[in-house]
C-alpha cells in the first residue's frame, strides 16, 4: 500500500463521526474531495472500507483493521512531535480539550491566558454536549475533557479544579423574584424551564429536587443556556443554570437570582482524562494551570 498520512486522518475521520460531510467539515474540506481520498485508499486495500445501513455508515471487517493500524499510526506521529518539541524544550504542541456547553463561557477565557504564557501550543477546543463529549472520551480523541460530572464505566482520573454554582433564576417581574426564603416545595406551583436530558445542570437540580421530596416536571426543554435565560427573560417560567454563564444579564437586570431554600447548589467543575493515556507536555501543563489558577481567572468573569 502506497496509503498517504491525508488519506489516513480523512479515513478516521469518517470512521469517527460516521459522516463524509462531517469528516469533510472537519478537515476543512468538501465533502467530494473526501469521498475521492477514501475510494482510493479502498482500491489500495482492494476491499470495501464501510458499508451503508440506512442513512449510517458502517466499518466493514477491513475497515475495522485499517481503523485500528491508522490510529496507531497517527498516535505515533504526534506522540513523536511531542517528543521532539520536549528535546528542543518548547512547551508546545497540541492541545486537545473538549467541554460541555455551559463550560464555555470560562474554559476560552483560561486557554486564552494559557497561550499567551505558551504561544508555542496548539490549541483545539470543542464545546460540545455532554453525549458528544461521552462518545469522544470512549475513543480518546481529546487530551482533557471538561465536565460536570465524572462519567461512569471508563477508567478515567478526575481533577477537580472549580466550583460549578447553579442558582435558581427568573425575570425580574416574576412574582417570585423579590419573594425571601422560597421554599422548595413553593416551586411546584409556577412552570420550570429544564436543559435537555443528559445535561449535567439538570441531573444536579433534580438530585436537589429529590432530597426534598420534590418532583417537578418541566414546562419546556430548552437545549442551550442560552435558549434557557432567553425563555426565562420572556416570562416562560423559571430556571437554573451555572453563575459563570448569567454575568450580563443579572448585571443588566434581565434577571434576577431566586432565594430558594437549598439553593445555590455547588458542584464542581472536573477535569476527566482516561487513565491508561499520558498525558502530552503541553496538557500536563494546562491541566496544572487549571488545578493552580482557575478559580482566580474564572473570578474575574463574573
Not at 102 to 130: E, Q
Not at 186 to 203: D, H, N, W
Not at 264 to 283: D, E, F, G, I, M
Request: glycine content about 6%; hydrophobic content about 50%; aromatic content about 6%.
Amino acid at each position: 500500500m502506497h496509503t498517504t498520512l491525508q488519506q489516513l486522518r480523512l479515513f478516521e475521520a469518517v470512521a469517527r463521526h460516521g459522516s463524509f460531510t462531517r469528516a469533510a467539515h472537519e478537515a476543512h474540506l468538501s465533502q467530494p474531495a473526501v469521498s475521492i481520498q477514501v475510494k482510493r485508499l479502498e482500491e489500495q486495500v482492494g476491499m470495501g472500507l464501510f458499508d451503508s445501513v440506512g442513512r449510517a455508515l458502517v466499518l466493514t471487517p477491513a475497515g475495522e483493521e485499517l481503523l485500528a493500524a491508522s490510529r496507531d499510526i497517527l498516535d505515533r506521529l504526534e506522540a513523536l512531535d511531542t517528543a521532539l518539541d520536549d528535546l528542543r524544550g518548547d512547551m508546545a504542541g497540541p492541545l486537545r480539550v473538549a467541554a460541555v456547553t455551559t463550560a464555555k463561557y470560562f474554559m476560552p477565557h483560561l486557554m486564552g491566558t494559557f497561550l499567551r504564557r505558551h504561544p508555542k501550543v496548539r490549541p483545539v477546543l470543542s464545546v460540545i454536549n455532554r453525549a458528544n463529549l461521552l462518545e469522544r472520551l470512549a475513543v480518546n480523541q481529546d487530551d482533557l475533557f471538561i465536565t460536570g460530572r465524572v462519567p461512569g464505566g471508563l477508567p478515567v482520573k478526575a481533577v477537580p479544579f472549580l466550583d460549578n454554582v447553579i442558582v435558581a433564576i427568573a425575570a425580574p417581574d416574576h412574582p417570585l423574584a423579590a419573594r425571601p426564603g422560597i421554599p422548595v416545595s413553593a416551586l411546584a406551583e409556577y412552570r420550570v424551564l429544564k436543559r435537555e436530558l443528559g445535561s449535567g445542570t439538570r441531573s444536579a437540580v433534580e438530585r436537589a429536587f429529590e432530597e426534598a421530596g420534590l418532583s417537578v416536571a418541566p414546562f419546556m426543554e430548552l437545549g442551550s443556556d442560552e435558549a434557557i435565560k432567553q425563555a426565562v427573560q420572556a416570562g416562560l417560567g423559571i430556571a437554573f443554570l451555572s453563575a459563570y454563564c448569567l454575568g450580563p444579564e443579572l448585571q443588566t437586570g434581565r434577571l434576577v437570582v431566586l432565594d430558594v431554600a437549598g439553593f445555590p447548589l455547588t458542584r464542581k467543575w472536573y477535569a476527566v482524562q482516561r487513565a491508561n493515556r499520558p498525558l502530552s507536555r503541553a496538557a500536563e501543563a494546562f491541566l496544572a494551570f487549571m488545578r493552580d489558577e482557575a478559580v482566580v481567572q474564572a473570578a474575574m468573569l463574573r
